[in-house]
C-alpha cells in the first residue's frame, strides 16, 4: 500500500511540476465585454469556440537554453474559436526547443466588438513585457505569429501600434487573412471582426495591406497557392506592400498545402516550410 501511495504522489507531483501557467490577460476582467454569455465548448478537441475569459498559456524557454527572444502566437479559427493546438501548442514547443520562449494567446472572439482581439492580443504583449526579466527575454525581441484569422490578428498588431510596447519585433503569418476587401477575404472572419455590412472605413481601417508604414516590423509569410479558404493574395498584396516600404520581408509560397497545414507533415514540400522560417529568424538574429 505505501509503494502504491508513493507512487500517486511521484505523478501527482509530476503533473504539477509540467503543469502550464495560465495567464489571465484581465484578472478583474475586461473593460469592454464581447457579449457572448454561452459557455465556452470544443468543437473538437483541437479547437475552442465562444471565448470570453481571455487568457494566455505560457511556454517558457529552458534557463539554460533561452536566447532571449519571445513570440506570442494567434491561433486561427476564423474568429470564432481559436486552433489552439495545431496552430498553438504545437509551435510553442517547437520554438522552445530553439531556445524561444512562447506564449499562446486565446483572444476573445470579437462577436461584433472589433477592437476585443487586438485589445486581448496588445494586452498580452504588455503581460510578456512586464515579466521579461522573470523569463530572461529581451525585450526588443517579442515577436508575434498568427495563422489565417489569427494572423490578421497578428498582422493588425504589427500595423495597429501606437506605443513601442505595442510594437512587435517581428511578425511570422501562416496563410493570413490580411484584407478585409469582400473579393478576397475570408467572408466568415471579416463576419465576426466587422459585421456583415461594415463601413468603407472599417474595411479599409482592416485591411492590413493598406495599413503598413515604414515602421512595420520584419516580417515572415508562409502560404500555399491551392488554398481555398484565404487566397494566397492575401499574403501577396501584403509582401508587396512591405516591399514597397523597405521593410524586411519573405514570403515563401508552395503550390501544395491547402488552408490550414499547421507543421503536421504529410509528405509534401510544405512540410519543412519551418526549416525556412529557423534560416529566416538566424539571418534576423533572433535565434
Known amino acids: 500500500m505505501k509503494q502504491i501511495l508513493f507512487s500517486v504522489l511521484i505523478v501527482m507531483l509530476s503533473s504539477l511540476l509540467n503543469a502550464q501557467e495560465v495567464i489571465k490577460l484581465y484578472p478583474n476582467g475586461p473593460k469592454e ?9 470544443y468543437r473538437d478537441k ?27 502566437i494567434c491561433p486561427g479559427g476564423g474568429y470564432g474559436g ?7 501548442s504545437d509551435f510553442a514547443k517547437w520554438f522552445n526547443d530553439l531556445g524561444v ?20 492580443a496588445q494586452a498580452a504583449l504588455a503581460i510578456i513585457h512586464e515579466r521579461a526579466n522573470e523569463w530572461k527575454i529581451d525585450k526588443k525581441k517579442i515577436g508575434i505569429m ?21 510594437r512587435p519585433a517581428f511578425m511570422i503569418l501562416g496563410y ?3 484584407t478585409m476587401d469582400s473579393t478576397l477575404t475570408h467572408r466568415g472572419s471579416r463576419n465576426n471582426l466587422l459585421g456583415k455590412k461594415p463601413s468603407d472605413e472599417l474595411v479599409k481601417l482592416y485591411s492590413n495591406e493598406l495599413q503598413v ?10 502560404h500555399a497557392t491551392d488554398d481555398k479558404t484565404v487566397p494566397v493574395k ?30 503536421r507533415k504529410r509528405n509534401i514540400p510544405v512540410d519543412n516550410w519551418t526549416d525556412l522560417l529557423k534560416t529566416w529568424m538566424k539571418k534576423n538574429k533572433l535565434i
Open 33 to 41: 465585454s464581447n457579449e457572448i454569455t454561452t459557455p465556452e465548448k
Open 46 to 72: 483541437e479547437f475552442l469556440m465562444d471565448i470570453s475569459e481571455p487568457r494566455m498559456f505560457v511556454f517558457p524557454a529552458s534557463k539554460e537554453n533561452a536566447n532571449g527572444t519571445a513570440v506570442l
Open 82 to 88: 481559436v486552433s489552439q493546438i495545431k496552430e498553438g
Open 101 to 120: 520562449s512562447a506564449f499562446v494567446l486565446y483572444y476573445r472572439m470579437p462577436n461584433g466588438h472589433t477592437l476585443v482581439p487586438l485589445t486581448d
Open 146 to 166: 498568427g495563422f489565417s484569422a489569427g494572423g490578421h490578428l497578428a498582422s493588425t498588431v504589427g500595423t495597429h501600434f501606437k506605443t513601442s510596447v505595442e
Open 176 to 178: 493570413p487573412v490580411v
Open 213 to 222: 508604414t515604414k515602421k512595420t516590423p520584419p516580417t515572415f509569410i508562409v
Open 234 to 263: 492575401n499574403s501577396i498584396q501584403l509582401y508587396q506592400a512591405l516591399k514597397e516600404k523597405k521593410i524586411e520581408a519573405e514570403l515563401d509560397t508552395f503550390a501544395v498545402g491547402g488552408h490550414g497545414f499547421g507543421m
